[in-house]
């Protein structure tokens, strides 16, 4: 398995998100992480690339054990491993090309110039050439999204983690972002971990889909197992209802 | 530095956030709380420091948002500081003069002992302490915001650290445009209190702008300080950010201990500073 989470724990003050988490994710897989909002999926993902650090347990990418890296250590890590922020994240002082190009800058040492004609191709492949020279505040969200896409994608990883890749996106252009990390995983072979509350991403694209709750994995199965689940927290979960067992 | 009202928890490693659990349990550890958490707060100070300083003799150093800043923290607060410092100017002329003239009927010497107050203290520190409300404020917001909408783990992600991008300038332009903006000061109090001199206690310009009383010790220890408080306000302030938690009502509270804390480690730089420039530097 390329990425293993093993007995991950992980607390913030009083609140213990994490309490003993094991997940394993395939090579190629596009993997889902769902549960209740502050159940701790995108803490959980942020611990595969050292941005937190676990209290106990261990990570494991390609067999390498991850979690207590020191930071130069984790830049082969983070070449390997992309992420998408949840809200883009994308720098304000720099336009879109130039936030494109910073990965390459700084990863491959590419000069400015190098960087920049990269990053105007890569802008090219996600429909956004046009808006090369714009500050990602003249852009929308989706625009936005698709920009922080092209930049987590800018170094070629094997390994993407999308961390609701879809919220706050109109359902065209969240279609289009589930389209495309799709793609990632059948054409290039790519691995995607995606953190998502979306039933529909969810129930499309989803090769696998493991549940969060009160700090444990609830469920880990395929979409038809999600589907066919007896758990009433889990039905609760993806049936969307209001009331139920769920303690959120 | 034990101001703090809010219940967040700061991590000071930026390189591994650790968020602990600093509700006090037994009595000793309730007593020695304060202590701890100002102890950790002075770590997060120092290791900020040591890295910002280890990136600039290493060289990682960003010249545009460099040039960038310096104009930010310079040019943007030209005209704040001089407003600041004609008002100070002739107030503290104005003020010195009647209270000599309770003592004294002569005003000669008033010139040069302002000019010495201004150099050795009130010239770099109100500058200063200008400087922290405007700049330091506006750093912690900067950082603070990016640190809440992870703009700076996507920095980390993209293989830039924080610390170069975000610190090392800030530092810097910090402590060349405090410096500048010192002499500055020192410039427009000296020419406001001339004018007030000259229309309130008809003094001659050439007998209030007198230098006699000020040598290079004063200059040195108006040089020390500007630059202590030019390093001062960037670092404590980033670090303000750097540790925000809590969204946006977290961005307020950093943006609030930025400034004061930033005031008062110039107060304490100042306290320092006088006493070393006292001891090494008499006063003429």
Not at chain 1, 104 to 131: P, T, Y
Not at chain 2, 12 to 23: G, I, K, S, T
Not at chain 2, 127 to 137: E, K, S, Y
Not at chain 2, 268 to 276: A, G, M, N
């Amino acid at each position: 398995m390329p990425i293993h989470f093993k007995n991950l724990h992980k607390a913030f003050g009083p609140k213990h998100v994490l309490q003993g988490v094991d997940i394993e994710v395939r090579d190629g897989e596009c993997f889902f992480v769902i549960g209740a909002s502050g159940v701790g999926k995108s803490v959980l993902i942020k611990h595969l690339v050292g941005l937190l650090r676990p209290d106990s347990g261990d990570i494991y990418l390609d067999g390498e054990e991850v979690s207590r890296l020191e930071e130069k250590a984790l830049y082969p890590v983070r070449k390997k491993c992309a992420m998408v922020f949840q809200n883009s994240t994308l720098f304000d002082s720099m336009s879109c090309v130039e936030n494109v190009a910073l990965p390459l800058r700084m990863h491959k040492g590419m000069s400015m110039k190098d960087a920049l004609i990269e990053g105007e191709r890569r802008l090219e492949q996600v429909h956004m050439h046009e808006f090369c020279k714009a500050f990602p505040a003249e852009l929308g969200d989706g625009m936005r999204k698709r920009i922080a896409i092209a930049r987590a994608l800018t170094l070629d990883p094997q390994y993407v983690l999308f961390d609701e890749p879809t919220t706050g996106l109109d359902p065209i252009s969240a279609r289009r972002v589930d389209k495309l990390i799709q793609e990632l995983s059948k054409n290039f072979g790519v691995t995607s971990i995606v953190v998502s509350h979306d039933l529909t991403s969810i129930f499309t694209i989803a090769d696998r889909i493991a549940m969060l709750y009160q700090g444990h994995v609830r469920m880990l199965g395929t979409q038809n197992d999600f589907r066919s689940t007896q758990d009433p927290i889990v039905q609760q979960f993806v049936t969307g209802e209001a009331e139920g067992p769920m303690e959120v | 530095m034990t101001i703090q009202a809010q219940p967040l928890t700061q991590h000071h490693d930026l390189e591994d956030p650790v968020h602990e659990d600093d509700r006090p349990r037994t009595l000793v550890q309730t007593m020695t709380a304060p202590l701890s958490a100002f102890g950790q707060d002075m770590y997060g100070l120092w290791t900020l420091l040591r890295q910002t300083v280890q990136a600039i003799l290493q060289g990682r150093v960003d010249r545009e948002s460099t040039f960038a800043q310096l104009y930010s923290i310079g040019n943007g607060s030209v005209l704040f500081i001089t407003v600041t410092m004609i008002v100070l100017g002739m107030i503290l002329v104005v003020q010195a003069g009647m209270q000599t003239q309770r003592v004294l009927p002569e005003l000669s010497l008033l010139g040069a002992n302002i000019i010495q107050l201004l150099a050795r203290e009130f010239a770099p520190t109100v500058c200063a302490m200008m400087l922290a409300t405007r700049v330091g404020a506006g750093i912690a917001a900067e950082i603070g915001s990016m640190v809440v909408t992870d703009q700076v783990d996507a920095l980390r992600m993209s293989g830039a650290q924080p610390v170069d991008y975000l610190v090392v300038p800030r530092l810097i332009a910090g402590v060349l445009m405090t410096l500048a903006l010192s002499f500055w000061s020192l410039f427009i109090a000296l020419m406001a209190g001339t004018f007030a001199a000259n229309t309130q206690f008809d003094l001659n310009i050439s007998t209030f702008v007198n230098f006699s009383f000020v040598n290079m010790g004063d200059y040195i220890v108006m040089t020390l300080k500007a630059i202590a408080y030019g390093a001062a306000i960037p670092i404590v302030s980033s670090q303000r950010g750097l540790t925000t938690f809590g969204g946006s009502e977290g961005v307020g509270w950093a943006t609030t201990n930025a400034v004061v804390h930033s005031s008062i480690a110039i107060i304490l730089l100042d306290l320092i500073l006088s006493v070393f420039g006292y001891i090494a530097f008499p006063p003429v």
